[in-house]
């Protein structure tokens, strides 16, 4: 249940978008802090909570997500791609994580619920990389990927503007419920993956 199975797809999907960002003169990089931006924007649009900071906020998620497929695209096209590059896109998307959710907890004042959330959001990430760092692949699968997560976040800010509770809880707060239970099982079905394949 991961949408970075369709990276090529994504990948064709871009090509109109990479070659509009050349003619502009963009860098990847500031294609990675254009996309932190938005997600600082669509935070502060969670944390005001009413229905509209909903909606902008679903709308700057979809976009965070599409820079951070536009950045990689655009450092092969160029040719730039590099570590220092790499590095800066990592930390970018692990803050845009951080305040993306903290806006969503702070909003329906879920601060526990945001902070189990959060944990499960970057161990997956670090559980993803870190098996890169000991000579395996980079880890993308599992049950709940970035991709999964921003794709979440923004259907669930469109439904807060018109069915913002189910089952007597707010949607924001089965959300973070989800990202909290199933980030973590998607870190240790990561960590299983990487523990297998270099115990073998």
């Not at 990089?29 to 997600?39: E, R």
């Not at 700057?60 to 976009?63: A, K, R, T, Y």
């Not at 998307?93 to 702070?106: P, Q, T």
């Given at each position: 249940m991961t949408l970075d199975r369709l990276r090529p797809l994504a990948d064709r999907a871009l090509r109109p978008f990479v070659a509009g960002s050349v003619r502009l003169g963009l860098t990847p990089?500031?294609?990675?802090?254009?996309?932190?931006?938005?997600?600082v924007g669509a935070a502060i649009g969670f944390y005001r909570a009413t229905p509209l900071a909903y909606v902008v906020g679903a709308l700057?998620?979809?976009?965070n997500g599409w820079l951070d497929l536009l950045d990689g695209a655009l450092a092969r096209q160029l040719a730039v791609d590099s570590r220092a590059g790499d590095l800066?896109?990592?930390?970018?998307?692990?803050?845009?994580?951080?305040?993306?959710?903290?806006?969503?907890?702070?909003?329906?004042?879920g601060y526990a619920l945001g902070f189990l959330s959060?944990?499960?959001?970057?161990l997956t990430s670090y559980l993803g990389t870190q098996a890169e760092a000991v000579g395996l692949t980079r880890e993308y699968g599992g049950l709940l990927g970035r991709a999964d997560r921003l794709a979440l976040v923004g259907v669930t800010g469109l439904a807060m503007a018109i069915v913002p509770r189910v089952a007597g809880m707010s949607l924001v707060a089965w959300l973070l419920?989800?990202?909290?239970?199933?980030?973590?099982?998607?870190?240790?079905?990561?960590?299983?993956?990487?523990?297998?394949?270099?115990s073998s």
């Open positions: 990089d500031v294609v990675s802090v254009i996309a932190f931006v938005l997600a700057l998620v979809f976009l800066l896109d990592h930390v970018l998307d692990r803050y845009a994580d951080v305040v993306i959710v903290g806006g969503l907890a702070a909003g329906i004042e959060v944990t499960g959001v970057l419920v989800l990202f909290a239970v199933v980030g973590h099982l998607t870190a240790l079905q990561r960590f299983w993956g990487a523990w297998r394949d270099l």
